[in-house]
């Protein structure tokens, strides 16, 4: 079973489009979604700089555009062989297009909602987020605590992402768990925390004005890993989500359990195809960086018999 997964925020980097719009046919497709959301996501996918990309609400319509760009190309004719979909953060907009859950259109004007929403939560107070990598969850969590800080997204293979304030954060840097590292990531805020609370009450008022099918592909929740049948239900987890945690830990056990054989990741990719190699252990990969990218994973998607 092929399952194409979807990356969250803070996979982006200055310039990661440049490679798909050679080509016109994704150069038109992009050019259509940035016309209809109203923002210029190619001139952001190829020279806009690091602090603008930065930015939450340029850089999760872009993360999404991407995604979909990638998902035309690689679900052409080979659709009914996937066996289902899972998105990390914001990438769980993108699953739900991929899923049929809602339309190319309305994905777009979710996440442009979703990334003004968490843009405007995120100025209230100066906050963040750091990766901390090989703590022992009891104690780091214990820590977190003491500093008022929250896990954000619980990764796997030892990778937890916690969010606070800029004070705090730099406190658990100054004096880690045994054995950790903490790692400051690039984002504008504690996402999937408290601190994005006045976020979702705004983005459930867009999304109840959407058209939710129910998916047509198999889906995950990042909530607790579950799959989930219901068009209505995937979307109202993916707005709670947004001030709770992500728990791509129990997505991948569910992935296992589900008997996956391969995992694609979508541009912008990288990040999950390497949570993947240390919690799906033996599955083979591919991230699709490029259109180059592309024909690892059709190899890998028709040798899946």
Excluded at 155 to 166: F, L, W
């Amino acid at each position: 079973m092929i399952v194409v997964v979807c990356p969250g925020q803070g996979s982006q980097t200055p310039g990661f489009l440049e490679p798909w719009l050679g080509e016109t046919r994704f150069r038109d497709h992009l050019g259509a979604i940035s016309g209809a959301a109203g923002i210029d996501l190619i001139a952001h996918g190829t020279v806009s700089d690091a602090d603008t990309i930065r930015d939450t609400a340029v850089a999760q319509p872009l993360i999404v555009a991407a995604g979909l760009l990638t998902l035309a190309a690689l679900l052409d004719g080979r659709r009914d062989r996937i066996g289902g979909v899972a998105g990390h953060s914001v990438g769980e907009v993108t699953a739900a297009a991929a899923a049929g859950i809602l339309s190319e259109q309305d994905a777009m004007a979710l996440v442009l909602e979703r990334g003004t929403a968490m843009a405007s939560a995120a100025a209230m107070v100066d906050t963040g987020m750091s990766a901390v990598i090989g703590a022992d969850e009891a104690e780091l969590l214990a820590r977190l605590a003491e500093l008022g800080l929250e896990p954000a997204n619980f990764n796997g293979g030892g990778q937890i992402v916690v969010a606070g304030e800029i004070d705090a954060l730099d406190a658990l840097k100054q004096q880690p768990p045994s054995g950790a590292r903490v790692i400051p990531l690039s984002v504008a805020g504690a996402f999937h925390t408290r601190y994005m609370q006045p976020a979702v009450e705004r983005l459930r008022s867009v999304a109840g004005g959407l058209e939710q099918l129910d998916p047509t592909l198999s889906i995950w929740s990042n909530r607790d890993g579950s799959a989930i049948e219901s068009g209505p239900e995937f979307i109202d987890l993916l707005v709670g989500q947004v001030s709770s945690p992500v728990r791509w830990d129990k997505t991948m056990d569910a992935l296992a359990a589900a008997g996956v054989t391969g995992v694609i990741e979508i541009a912008p990719a990288g990040a999950l195809v390497g949570l993947a190699k240390r919690g799906l252990k033996g599955v083979p990969t591919v991230a699709i960086k490029t259109p180059d990218d592309l024909a690892a994973a059709y190899e890998l998607i028709d040798d899946d018999r």
